[in-house]
């Protein structure tokens, strides 16, 4: 079920507790000992970095998809992420901030040299007056029995360049969210899924996690025929709302079809796309037709999947705030943070997922 460690740094006292989330969450994934210590250590620098320089800072720690795309058969393993979000003064100079060594009072930046050198992957986005978000992404060292690596086609249109990623903000800090995303690949085509279980907790956890587990079943289907699947999956559960976006590498074309409160923005250069889902509950009221949209996918979109713990009528940030070429989760940070009145929403679970085939901004 998607676990999440949600940990506000008011004071000195949560940076263990960001720690052990740390610890929980490597364990969780299968990372070895080295492997954890070194999530463990990236956690302590994000949560006092927090605790320095933030304002309505909390870290966030989760184990999901790695993010680049799945392409063949097989569930690449998952790796840990850690997502830190502030709304503090932001930082002058980006760069900087990356190296050891550099500190200042009037913005995080100490300790992400660190973090840089021992995640294997670091992302910074920091804007003067909004905030900033840090994520780092720690792996196993060697893939999981069992597990395929699958091969990148250079034939396909975007191959190596597809990126999924997203974050997930539990209720009220519970330790299981209802909701849950993930992605998988099957030949030319790339399915990301984002289901909101009915309610919160356990239960609403278990449903959004049978969504999932169909989708990595059930790969090769349409969009429309794994909503079909997944209300069979459903039932007995409390069943959930769901938005699945497959993308056709070779045709270079996106087909949407969703249940359900859950919401979709496609951004086509600088204008944004609502794609609409059908009303019902998937596993409870599925709608006789299932209609698909389909778009065309080009390198400068940039799709967004998200639930309903965002306001109904959140406005996505502008071109500088949202850059393309951010690393999808970063995205989906951003869409959380500056969609609410603080860091986390309260209303309800919170989910974001971003599918994008720009390059990514530099590590």
């Known amino acids: 079920m998607p676990r999440v460690w949600e940990v506000p740094v008011p004071d000195s006292t949560r940076v263990r507790d960001a720690r052990v989330a740390a610890e929980e969450a490597a364990a969780l994934a299968g990372l070895g000992e080295s492997r954890t210590a070194a999530a463990a250590l990236v956690a302590t620098e994000l949560a006092t970095n927090l605790l320095k320089y933030a304002q309505d800072g909390r870290l966030l720690v989760e184990v999901v998809p790695p993010p680049r795309a799945p ?4 569930d690449p393993a998952p790796v840990v992420q850690m997502t830190a979000v502030d709304h503090g003064p932001g930082i002058a100079d980006v760069a900087a901030a990356r190296r050891d060594g550099f500190s200042t009072s009037g913005s995080l930046g100490a300790g992400l040299g660190t973090c840089r050198r021992a995640a ?21 060292t060697v893939p999981r029995p069992g597990a395929v690596r699958a091969k990148e086609d250079d034939t396909l249109p975007y191959a190596g360049a597809v990126r999924a ?16 995303w993930s992605w998988a690949g099957a030949g030319d085509l790339v399915t990301l899924l984002l289901a909101d279980g009915l309610g919160h907790g356990r239960e609403a956890a278990r449903a959004s996690s049978a969504a999932v587990e169909t989708l990595h079943r059930s790969a ?31 045709a270079g074309r996106l087909r949407f079809c969703g249940i ?21 509950i998937v596993g409870v009221h599925r709608p006789t037709t299932l209609p698909e949209t389909e778009v065309a996918w080009a390198p400068d979109r940039l799709l ?15 071109a500088a705030a949202l850059p393309t070429a951010a690393d999808p989760a970063v995205t989906a940070a951003l869409t959380v943070r500056d969609t609410g009145s603080s860091a986390s929403p309260v209303r309800d679970d919170t989910t974001v997922a971003v599918l994008t085939s720009a390059p990514p901004d530099r590590p």
Not at 124 to 130: A, D, E, P, Q, Y
Not at 169 to 178: F, N
Not at 230 to 237: E, P
């Open 71 to 74: 392409y063949g058969h097989g």
């Open 120 to 140: 294997d992957e670091f992302h910074l986005h920091s804007v003067i007056g909004r905030g900033t978000v840090a994520l780092a992404r720690l792996g196993a």
């Open 165 to 180: 990623g997203g974050v997930t903000v539990p209720y009220a800090g519970a330790e299981y969210s209802g909701d849950a």
């Open 220 to 250: 090769r289907l349409t969009p429309t025929e794994l909503l079909r699947r997944l209300d069979t999956a459903l039932r007995g559960t409390r069943g959930a709302a769901v938005a699945v976006a497959q993308l056709d590498l070779r």
């Open 260 to 280: 359900g409160n859950v919401g979709a923005r496609l951004r086509e250069g600088d204008s944004w796309r609502h794609l609409l889902s059908r009303p019902g």
């Open 304 to 318: 967004v999947l998200h639930s309903d713990g965002l306001p109904s009528r959140w406005a996505p940030p502008g």
